[in-house]
């Protein structure tokens, strides 16, 4: 059971954003950085009313808008690995594991609000005049924290095999899949968004996803051995061993102790 929440742990937050390309025509579609094109530009766009056309970019610096942050999220992932790799090794695999899937609900939150509020903010809210360069922020962070906590998930529920030693392959090779198979979660999404038979708005499906990580994340968060328990189990692993090599010489002892009186004493002459 614990494993199992793990694997799905990592598979709904583990990866996410290598599967950001099936997230673009979601983004092109709700206008999101099209006031890159220019103020023209932009207005035809809005215009656009079928899913062709208006899954599509609207200029060649909205894309480039998109991919930078993409590749910048993907290499803040790579990084991540380092990062969260010494907080489990400082703080423990629970406190990497909470970090990591703090962020990740964070950017689906930051995301699906970006889009939801679509610009409808007060006047000079946080001392910004454009709302839609809001929106922008708010999707930009939410797109990098969820490139930031993925490693985090992934390193804390490695975790298991240091619980359950003889389930180490399993937890590792469970671990490469999930990661990889995590870039489907947006080709979800992009299916929900834009199938007519199911049609639901980008904020609440960020919104639902967002919430089942959370409650999947504590569950999981919740059979994570700590800092402590690891050492635990560190420490009677090394006296287990200890007691097993002490048992190894006593045998050998034995065994030489048998040998040297059944041997003739004249035999060594």
């Excluded at 010494?86 to 909470?98: I, K, R």
């Excluded at 929106?135 to 619980?163: N, Q, R, W």
């Excluded at 968060?221 to 010489?249: C, F, G, N």
């Amino acid at each position: 059971m614990h494993l199992l929440l793990g694997s799905a742990s990592i598979f709904c937050m583990g990866g996410i954003i290598f599967g950001v390309a099936s997230l673009f025509p979601i983004l092109y579609k709700e206008q999101i950085f099209v006031e890159t094109c220019g103020e023209r530009l932009a207005k035809q766009c809005a215009l656009r009313g079928d899913n062709v056309t208006a899954t599509t970019k609207c200029c060649n610096d909205q894309k480039l808008r998109f991919t930078g942050f993409a590749s910048l999220s993907i290499f803040m992932s790579d990084f991540g690995m380092l990062t969260f790799g010494e907080l489990g090794d400082w703080a423990g695999p629970s406190v990497a594991f909470g970090t990591g899937s703090g962020l990740i609900c964070s950017g689906l939150f930051l995301i699906g609000g970006s889009a939801f509020m679509d610009g409808h903010y007060p006047p000079n809210f946080f001392g910004l005049a454009q709302p839609s360069l809001i929106d922008e922020i708010l999707f930009s962070t939410g797109m990098l924290l969820l490139g930031a906590g993925g490693p985090g998930v992934i390193i804390g529920t490695l975790s298991l095999s240091e619980k359950y030693s003889f389930l180490r392959a399993a937890v590792t090779s469970l671990t490469a899949a999930m990661e990889d198979s995590s870039a489907l979660v947006f080709l979800f999404f992009n299916r929900l968004y834009l199938d007519h038979d199911f049609g639901y708005s980008f904020p609440s499906i960020c919104f639902t996803w967002c919430g089942f990580c959370v409650a999947l994340a504590l569950c999981t968060w919740m059979v994570l051995p700590t800092k402590r328990q690891i050492r635990q189990i560190h420490v009677y692993a090394e006296m287990a061993a200890r007691s097993h090599q002490r048992t190894l010489d006593m045998e050998r002892n034995a065994r030489m102790t048998v040998r040297e009186s059944q041997t003739p004493n004249g035999a060594a002459l």
